[in-house]
C-alpha cells in the first residue's frame, strides 16, 4: 500500500503506477456530476459548456454549496455512490478525457473494460469526513445551475491535497472490493453456524420471488 | 397551550442540532470501533469520521451532506394543547424544514420521484414524514432524523415473510443475508445501525425497523431477554463478517442491531431490515407545556412499549 500525491490533469504515468489498495492526495482542478447531468448529456444529447481537459478528474457528488455575499460557500461535501451511474461510465470517460474518477462504492465490468483501455483508475473515501476535505476545496464556478439546480449541476473545484481515497479500481482490471467479498463469503458460512442457521436451509416458498 | 412559534423554533433548533451534533451514543460507539480495529485502512476510515463528526458542531455544519428524507416522530403528551392545532403543527415543522433548507443545514435532496422536479426546500407530497406516538402529560416531544440516501437507497432496508415452519433460523438467515448483499462496496455507509422489525402487516414491520434502527440508543436493548439475546448474537455474527468501515473490510459493521416486534398473523412472520448510515443524525427536543424547551439526548421513543 502506498500513497500518491497526484495533480490534475493527470498522465497516463501518474494512473498506471497506482495499484487497488494505495492511497491518493488530489490536487488541480475536477468538476462533479450526477444522474441528472449524465442523462442530460449521455442520453439526451446535449453538450457540455465546457470541455474537459485531457486527462481530466470527475468526482461523483451533490456538495451543498450556499451564495454568501456573492460568494460561493461550500457547506459540506462526500463523494456519493459511483454503483448507480454504471451505465454512463464508459461514456464520461471517452467523452469526458477522464483519467480518474473518484466517489463512494466502486463500478461495474464494462467501465471497469474502459478503464483498461483508457488508463483510467476509480478511488473511493474511506470514511465520512466531509471536514477532513472542505478545506482542500475551493469553488472556481458552475455550469447549467438553472437547468440543473444546485446540486446536480457540474461544480468546479480547484483541489489542494483533497483525500485520502483508496484506489478501488486500478486500470489493470483489478477491484478492491473483490477480496473484501470473498472473505465475506467465506466468513457467512461461520456466522450461520454460529447463529444456528442449518447448513441445508431453504426457506418454506410462501411466494414466488 | 403551546404556541405555534414556539414549536416552529424548537423543530428548527432540532433540525439544526440533528444534522450537525452526533449523538453521545453514536461517537462512544466509534470510539469503541476505533480501539478494536486491526485494519490500518479502516482504523484511519473510523479515525477520519470521527474527526468529521466533531468538526461538523464545532462549525455548525451538516456532518454528512446527504441529510437525506426529513422524517419527524412527535411524542404527543396526551393532555397537550397545540395552538392552532395539530395542522398547524405539522405547517410549523414544514416552515422549519424551509428555513433549515435555506440556511445550509439541510440539502434540498427531496424531488419529485417521475418528473425529477426539485422544489428546493424538501417539501413536497407526504414529505416530510410524520409518526406520531402517544403518551400520558401536556409536553411534547419532537424528534427529527436525516434518513440517509446510502443506507436506504442500495438494500439496506428490505422485507420478507417467513414462515412459521423457518422461525427463528429463517429470521436470522433474513437479516443477515440482507445485510451482507447491501454492503458490499461500502454502498449502505457501514458500520450501521441496523433496525430489525418482526411480525405485523409489511408496513408496521417497515416502521418498527425503521424506529429500531433510527430512534433507539446504541448500547440499549430490548427488554424482553430473547430479543435482547437476539440481538447480541446478530451484532456478534455480523461483526464476524469482516465488512469494516466502507466495506473495505475491518472487525465493526454494524454498531448495533436493534430488534422490535409486533403480533403477526398465524399464517407468517413478516420480517423488515431498515439501515441507518454510520454518521446516524437525530435530535430531540422536549417542548413544555409553558413553552421551555429541554434537549433530550434519547428520543425513547419505545419507552412504556
Known amino acids: ?209 | 397551550m403551546i404556541s405555534i412559534n414556539i414549536i416552529e423554533e424548537a423543530a428548527f433548533q432540532t433540525i439544526r442540532r440533528g444534522a450537525t451534533v452526533i449523538s453521545d451514543d453514536v461517537r462512544g460507539a466509534f470510539a469503541r470501533a476505533i480501539e478494536a480495529e486491526l485494519s490500518p485502512i479502516a482504523k484511519k476510515g473510523l479515525e477520519d469520521t470521527y474527526k468529521s463528526m466533531g468538526l461538523a458542531e464545532l462549525r455548525d455544519k451538516p456532518a454528512c451532506p446527504d441529510t437525506g428524507w426529513p422524517i419527524f416522530y412527535i411524542k404527543m403528551g396526551n393532555e397537550a394543547q397545540i395552538e392552532g392545532g395539530f395542522m398547524a403543527l405539522e405547517e410549523a415543522v414544514r416552515n422549519a424544514v424551509r428555513r433549515a433548507t435555506k440556511a445550509g443545514y439541510l440539502r434540498a435532496t427531496m424531488k419529485h420521484p417521475l418528473t425529477g422536479f426539485d422544489p428546493g426546500d424538501n417539501i413536497g407530497p407526504n414529505i416530510p414524514d410524520f409518526t406520531y406516538s402517544f403518551v400520558p402529560g401536556d409536553q411534547m416531544e419532537i424528534t427529527y432524523v436525516a434518513k440517509g440516501g446510502g443506507s436506504e437507497c442500495f438494500g439496506g432496508t428490505r422485507q420478507r415473510v417467513v414462515a412459521f415452519a423457518d422461525g427463528m433460523a429463517g429470521i436470522k438467515k433474513f437479516v443477515i443475508d440482507s445485510f451482507i448483499a447491501s454492503t458490499k462496496a461500502g454502498a449502505i455507509c457501514p458500520p450501521n445501525i441496523l433496525g430489525v422489525g418482526v411480525g405485523g402487516t409489511a408496513n408496521v414491520a417497515a416502521n418498527l425497523a425503521k424506529e429500531a434502527a433510527c430512534l433507539r440508543k446504541i448500547g440499549s436493548h430490548h427488554p424482553e431477554p430473547q430479543i435482547a439475546q437476539m440481538e447480541e448474537e446478530l451484532t456478534d455474527a455480523i461483526n464476524s463478517l469482516g465488512v469494516g468501515i466502507m466495506g473495505s473490510g475491518g472487525r465493526t459493521s454494524v454498531l448495533a442491531v436493534n430488534i422490535e416486534y409486533a403480533y403477526t398473523h398465524i399464517a407468517g412472520i413478516v420480517c423488515a431490515t431498515s439501515s441507518n448510515c454510520m454518521v446516524a443524525r437525530r435530535a430531540t427536543t422536549r417542548v413544555l407545556a409553558n413553552g421551555e424547551t429541554v434537549i433530550m439526548n434519547d428520543p425513547d421513543w419505545f419507552g412504556g412499549r
Open chain 1, 1 to 209: 500500500m502506498a500513497t500518491y500525491e497526484l495533480r490534475a490533469p493527470l498522465k497516463d504515468e501518474d494512473v498506471m503506477q497506482l495499484r487497488v489498495g494505495d492511497l491518493v492526495y488530489l490536487s488541480g482542478p475536477c468538476f462533479t456530476c450526477r444522474s441528472k447531468l449524465q442523462r442530460y448529456i449521455f442520453d439526451e444529447g446535449h453538450t457540455l459548456p465546457f470541455t474537459p481537459e485531457e486527462g481530466s478528474i470527475l468526482i461523483h457528488n451533490g456538495p451543498i454549496v450556499v451564495k454568501e455575499d456573492g460568494k460561493w460557500k461550500l457547506m459540506s461535501f462526500m463523494p456519493t455512490s459511483s454503483l448507480r451511474f454504471e451505465k454512463w461510465g464508459r461514456a464520461s470517460i471517452e467523452q469526458w478525457n477522464l483519467k480518474l474518477i473518484c466517489g463512494k462504492t466502486t463500478m461495474g465490468a464494462e467501465t471497469a473494460k474502459a478503464m483498461q483501455e483508457h488508463r483510467c483508475v476509480h478511488v473511493s473515501p474511506q470514511s465520512v469526513s466531509p471536514f477532513l476535505w472542505v478545506d482542500a476545496i475551493e469553488i472556481r464556478g458552475v455550469d447549467l445551475f438553472d437547468e440543473m439546480g444546485s446540486i446536480e449541476a457540474p461544480w468546479h473545484f480547484e483541489m489542494d491535497k483533497l483525500g485520502p481515497f483508496v484506489v478501488d479500481m486500478d486500470c489493470y482490471g483489478n477491484n478492491l472490493f473483490d477480496a473484501v467479498t470473498e472473505q465475506v463469503e467465506a466468513n457467512r458460512k461461520k456466522a450461520y453456524e454460529k447463529l444456528g442457521i442449518p447448513a441445508d436451509f431453504e426457506y418454506t416458498r410462501l411466494y414466488d420471488e
